[in-house]
């Protein structure tokens, strides 16, 4: 799944918002982004993260921070040493620790926020369960963070929002289209039901303008970007 050398490397500076409190921490497991709103309106900082992989879900729903730990041990779960025979059931502070450095634990019991000693989980369905952040991220987010934080979890693989006017398509792979670019590095195409509804009524009295064949294209290929979906918008945008 690594590009190799000379491949051409997109990297979207924006996205698209989930649906969700804008407070506190809200993740999307879809676009496998984690957004921490730290108060002020219309402030929000973002970074990548890694998921839990087939069977071992990230749960969705709306929890929050319970507790903070630099320098974290890990009390390995049964369920880990049943998977790893040879595993220690306690990893001490240090390298060879998953969590990491810094560690978040949320009110769902067995799952964190944290650290990871594998950089390379970050933006994969590669995890038990918990959220992974690249260490210098983790870092930056761990002093903003206080215990009682409000956490929310979901799972969107389309997100539509606004910026100065025009309205933009934002789509992400499924759980099944991610594990199948792990293994052979390409996807089936796949629809999304409700979201011609979900468009029209973003769009409201614009809805006319909606360009169902770029629409289409974005869904098949679902390359994480935010996409001008009305007519009316791109002619704006070429425009200048």
């Known amino acids: 799944w690594v590009?190799?050398?000379?491949?051409?490397?997109?990297?979207?500076?924006?996205?698209?918002?989930?649906?969700?409190?804008?407070?506190?921490i809200l993740i999307n497991l879809a676009d496998?982004?984690?957004?921490y709103f730290p108060?002020?309106?219309?402030?929000?900082?973002?970074?990548?993260i890694g998921t839990g992989?087939?069977?071992?879900?990230?749960?969705?729903?709306?929890?929050?921070?319970?507790r903070k730990q630099l320098h974290p041990t890990w009390y390995v779960p049964a369920s880990i040493l049943k998977e790893r025979p040879d595993q220690k059931p306690v990893?001490?502070?240090?390298?060879?620790?998953?969590?990491?450095?810094y560690a978040l634990y949320l009110g769902w019991?067995?799952?964190?926020?944290?650290?990871?000693?594998?950089?390379?989980?970050?933006?994969?369905q590669a995890s038990h369960g918990c959220v992974h952040l690249y260490p210098a991220d983790i870092r930056a987010l761990f002093p903003l963070v206080d215990v009682g934080t409000?956490?929310?979890?979901?799972?969107?693989?389309?997100?539509?929002?606004?910026r100065a006017g025009v309205l933009l398509l934002e789509a992400h792979p499924s759980r099944a289209q991610a594990d199948q670019i792990e293994d052979r590095g390409s996807f089936t195409p796949a629809r999304l039901p409700g979201l011609a509804r979900r468009l029209k009524s973003a769009a409201g009295a614009q809805a006319s303008s909606i360009d169902w064949r770029l629409v289409e294209r974005t869904v098949i290929e679902r390359r994480g970007v935010p996409v001008p979906i009305l007519k009316s918008d791109r002619a704006i945008?070429?425009?200048?």
């Open 3 to 24: 590009p190799g050398a000379g491949t051409r490397v997109f990297l979207p500076g924006e996205h698209v918002l989930p649906d969700g409190p804008r407070r506190g």
């Open 32 to 35: 496998m982004r984690l957004y």
């Open 39 to 48: 108060g002020p309106p219309g402030v929000v900082e973002t970074c990548p």
């Open 53 to 66: 992989r087939l069977a071992w879900n990230t749960p969705h729903g709306a929890t929050r921070i319970v």
């Open 91 to 101: 990893v001490p502070p240090g390298p060879d620790n998953p969590l990491g450095d």
């Open 109 to 124: 019991r067995g799952f964190l926020i944290h650290d990871t000693n594998e950089p390379d989980s970050v933006g994969r």
């Open 150 to 162: 409000p956490v929310t979890v979901v799972y969107q693989e389309a997100k539509i929002g606004r």
């Open 237 to 240: 945008l070429a425009s200048g």
